[in-house]
């Protein structure tokens, strides 16, 4: 078992983190597993962290996927900006979703709390489940 340590919110000495902890944590960061990492990470506030991230992500990535249909149907129907304008739109979606969800599963995978960039103000704010 290979165990890593993680400094506790006031900064106080490292808490050490056991695999099963940290593989829950990754699994937030994997779509709609972040469900499972909300209902298995109860006891834990390094999973509770990550899995709130992950929530987070899970949401703004359905949002992102309704807007890039709604531009799809509705400026994408021009004939050639609309097309361009459709593969940015996705460009963009998809390669955030993919490198936020990448890495926060490697910092979670290797015990380390990190806020994501413009989402992770928003996951400080659900209170635990």
């Known amino acids: 078992m290979t165990l890593s340590s993680v400094e506790n919110e006031n900064g106080a000495e490292p808490r050490v983190i056991g695999d099963r902890e940290r593989w829950q944590a990754a699994c937030a960061y994997l779509f709609f597993f ?9 006891n834990s506030a390094f999973v509770r962290f990550h899995a709130r991230q992950g929530f987070v992500l899970f949401a703004a990535e359905c949002a992102a996927l309704l807007l890039v249909a709604v531009v ?5 129907r021009i004939p050639f900006a609309g097309l361009m304008l459709t593969i940015l739109v996705q ?3 998809y390669l955030s979703s993919l490198f936020l ?7 979670a995978l290797l015990g380390k ?8 103000a928003y996951a400080e704010r659900i209170p635990s489940i």
């Not at 972040?34 to 109860?42: A, D, E, N, T, V």
């Not at 969800?101 to 910092?107: D, Q």
């Open 91 to 93: 460009s963009v979606v």
């Open 72 to 76: 799809d149907h509705t400026l994408g």
């Open 34 to 42: 972040c469900f499972y990492s909300l209902w298995k990470g109860k």
């Open 101 to 107: 969800s990448a890495a926060g599963f490697i910092k």
């Open 113 to 120: 709390r990190w806020v994501m960039p413009l989402l992770g």
